[in-house]
């Protein structure tokens, strides 16, 4: 009996990323289009699309959906510096405590990745491996740390390297801690951007990771953005604030997940 019931989730993933690639390309869809494209009834689309709705992927309309056009929308990195601080200076000095003496640690983009390392440049004979010019900056004057930094096109958002180059550099190379940030970050959805070029790079770190730790405030709990990088089971520990939804936290603790939470304006 278990079988039959894997069967039927997979293809409904294989379904949910039809219809959002679809409206990526095309803003909208009909429910008679992805009945007979998919080939299954009109009331199975319908369920599928109040499902993606509720994950903040598409709006439902009259008759089908249209293309929830804030996936795509993304603060620049120097606009979302400012926003949740308090809540990002906790976590950051969090997932600093991870990272000793002697490590080789993956650090990918965003603002929280960026208040770590100030936090780490007393360490010694560590290894930064990472695809973020401004962590690389930050990292690469610093005694005792090599930093690894990717080739690849510059992402000006996010100060990210992305693109084949990145990823290739990141071929054979392993590490032992890989601090991840994320737009969204939810059960469904896993951790999840923007970018889909930024997207591959940091599934490939996280790939090359023998412990993944996602720094995610409260804020980005329980939304998406476009691109997935990794789902949730992916991830080993989460650390985030004190205002994370208590349902969520339960849940990624009942699949092993570590979570550590901390107080804003505690750091």
Do not use: W
């Not at 601080?85 to 965003?110: F, H, Y």
């Not at 980005?220 to 936290?249: E, H, L, M, N, Q």
């Amino acid at each position: 009996m278990e079988e039959p019931q894997a069967d039927r989730r997979m293809r409904s993933v294989e379904r949910h990323q039809f219809i959002v690639q679809y409206l990526k390309q095309h803003k909208s869809v009909d429910v008679s289009f992805l009945s007979a494209e998919l080939k299954v009834s009109e009331v199975t689309v319908r369920k599928d699309l109040e499902k993606l709705e509720r994950d903040k992927l598409l709006l439902r309309s009259h008759g089908g959906a249209v293309l929830n056009e804030h996936l795509f929308l993304e603060p620049s990195f120097i606009e979302k510096e400012d926003r949740y601080k308090d809540e990002k200076s906790a976590i950051a000095k969090e997932s600093a405590k991870l990272i000793r003496d002697g490590m080789t640690v993956a650090l990918s983009t965003g603002t929280t990745i960026g208040l770590v390392t100030p936090l780490i440049q007393d360490r010694a004979s560590l290894t930064v491996v990472t695809n973020a010019m401004n962590v690389a900056a930050d990292l690469m004057r610093t005694d005792g740390i090599q930093v690894f930094l990717t080739g690849g096109h510059i992402r000006p958002n996010t100060f990210a390297l992305i693109g084949e180059a990145a990823e290739k550099a990141l071929d054979g190379v392993y590490v032992e801690v890989a601090l991840i940030g994320a737009n969204g970050f939810s059960i469904d959805q896993g951790l999840t951007t923007p970018s889909m070029e930024e997207a591959r790079v940091v599934r490939r770190i996280i790939d090359h990771a023998r412990h993944v730790v996602a720094l995610v405030d409260s804020s980005k709990f329980d939304k998406a953005a476009f691109y997935r990088i990794v789902d949730v089971d992916r991830v080993g520990t989460v650390i985030t604030d004190s205002r994370a939804p208590a349902d969520t936290v339960a849940q990624l603790k009942d699949r092993g997940i570590a979570v550590i939470l901390v107080e804003p304006g505690h750091a």
